[in-house]
């Protein structure tokens, strides 16, 4: 099996050479993203091709469900590079309808460690079980909650320090709320993009 992925990447830097013989003599020299991705760990979401970008054109961070959360270190240190030395102008929060993340954070069943990191989903749910209750159906719902917790982890971006820094010196930056469809390959903007500080009162 490896043999083969690594016959796959073999032909992949051909077929990009072929394409422009100097694609990788740029890419070694330069990384100038102006998009950040925060998205699912999910192998059926495949950042870059989603939106047609070659490599080198997104910076990209990707966990269980597409956290954001402030006291994790890994996403913080993604978020700071992307904002202050790369300057990207756009983060953009990605989730996807169906997410298993998602679905186990509320099933009751137990599954160690991941319980603790989905913890935040829970809580979005509680938060919501008003408007998540009135869904009837359970596929609905969990599509629903897919998206309320995008629009969660917007606000935790948009509300982190070295974001509102970034726009305290004029900086460029807004932050995107999206969810992807398995089904059709299309991506939901949900319209809750900031772009400002004054904007992030509005998610609720």
Same mark, same amino acid.
Request: charged share 25%.
């Given at each position: 099996m490896l043999e083969q992925l690594? +016959?796959?990447?073999?032909?992949?830097?051909?077929?990009?050479i072929s394409a422009d013989a100097g694609f990788f003599r740029r890419l070694e020299h330069q990384q100038a993203p102006e998009y950040l991705w925060i998205g699912c760990s999910d192998s059926r979401v495949p950042a870059n091709e989603i939106v047609g970008l070659d490599p080198g054109e997104l910076f990209v961070h990707?966990? @269980?469900?597409?956290?954001?959360?402030?006291?994790?270190?890994?996403?913080? +240190? @993604?978020l700071q590079f992307a904002v202050d030395v790369i300057k990207v102008k756009h983060v953009m929060v990605v989730g996807h309808y169906g997410c298993g993340g998602v679905a186990a954070a509320v099933d009751g069943q137990r599954r160690g460690l991941v319980d603790h990191w989905l913890h935040p989903i829970r809580e979005v749910a509680h938060?919501?079980?008003?408007?998540?209750?009135?869904?009837?159906?359970?596929?609905?719902?969990?599509?629903?909650?897919?998206?309320?917790? @995008?629009?969660?982890?917007?606000?935790? @971006?948009? +509300?982190?320090?070295?974001v509102q820094d970034a726009w305290a010196r004029g900086q460029t930056l807004s932050v995107h709320g999206w969810v992807y469809s398995l089904a059709n390959g299309l991506v939901n903007d949900l319209n809750v993009t900031v772009s400002c500080l004054q904007e992030i009162e509005r998610l609720g």
């Open positions: 690594k +016959s796959n990447n073999r032909a992949w830097a051909e077929r990009m990707r966990n @269980v469900a597409n956290l954001a959360p402030p006291q994790d270190a890994n996403y913080l +240190s @993604v938060e919501h079980r008003n408007t998540l209750e009135a869904i009837p159906e359970a596929r609905a719902r969990l599509n629903r909650l897919c998206e309320l917790n @995008v629009i969660r982890q917007v606000r935790n @971006v948009a +509300s982190d320090v070295f």
